[in-house]
């Protein structure tokens, strides 16, 4: 009697951490829609600004168009010393990335330059 309640407990924790972990794997997205082989070095002005879990971004206004970068967690930004304070809007600011495969006007930010401080972000 007491294996049976043992298996059932350990199935009943294995079906909950597979549905809502699973939920988790899948809101998060993954790289792999970035081109790594394609670095782009963009310098605009902010328009809009989210340091939001689990990535943050900025909308950026470059000459030609304005493009959605995302950036790290606010968390791995704050302990590199890069503070929401510094990329409010108005801001000028630099940001080195990789473009997003399908999406034209999407960059995930590996660095960025705000005021002379450069920031690395993975």
């Known amino acids: 009697m007491g294996r049976k309640v043992t298996l059932r407990a350990l199935l009943a924790v294995v079906t909950v951490l597979v ?3 699973g939920a988790g794997l899948a809101a998060h997205h993954g790289w792999t ?4 082989q394609k670095a782009l070095t963009l310098t605009g002005t902010v328009k ?13 206004v ?19 010393g890069l503070t929401a304070e510094m990329i409010k809007p108005g801001t000028t600011l630099t940001v ?3 473009p ?8 995930r930010a590996e660095n960025i330059t705000v005021a002379d401080k450069k920031t690395e972000l993975r």
């Open 19 to 21: 549905v809502f972990g």
């Open 100 to 107: 997003h495969r399908e999406i034209g006007t999407e960059l």
């Open 33 to 36: 829609g970035y081109d790594e």
């Open 62 to 80: 470059t000459k030609d168009k304005t493009w959605h970068v995302v950036l790290a967690p606010p968390a791995r930004m704050q302990a590199r």
């Open 48 to 60: 809009a600004v989210a340091i939001t879990n689990p990535h943050g971004y900025v909308d950026l």
């Open 96 to 98: 080195m990335g990789y």
